[in-house]
């Protein structure tokens, strides 16, 4: 059974950091491209950054030089190092795996964000 377990969310004001942890159970991590996600009020998820096993990143726009995403192999583990946070960061985030030869997608169950301005 696939687990990916989100930690290190919470409350946070405006220009702060914040780490999140993923860890993943239960899957071959080394196939699976992670990535997270976030749903801000009101709107639809998005993809906030993804990391390839061998650390290609990919990142939204909007987070482009704040957010690092990162891997460790060994831990089965997925980081989402969050710097120079605002307002607009404020969301639900989602641990994603999604495995590389057909694209099936496990989500964690989210942990919760908020950026006081």
């Known amino acids: 059974q696939v687990q990916l377990v989100e930690s290190g969310g919470g409350l946070v004001q405006a220009g702060g950091s914040l780490r999140l942890s993923c860890a993943a159970s239960?899957?071959?991590?080394?196939?699976?491209?992670m990535g997270w996600y976030r749903r801000a009020p009101g709107k639809q998820r998005e993809l906030v950054a993804a990391v390839t096993f061998d650390g290609n990143t990919n990142y939204a726009d909007s987070v482009k030089g704040r957010f690092t995403i990162s891997r460790d192999n060994i831990k089965n583990t997925v980081y989402l190092q969050m710097n120079s946070l605002k307002p607009e960061d404020t969301g639900d985030y989602y641990c994603n795996a999604q495995r590389s030869r057909d694209s099936v997608a496990y989500w964690g169950q989210g942990t919760q964000v908020t950026v006081s301005s």
């Open positions: 239960g899957l071959i991590f080394r196939l699976n491209t």
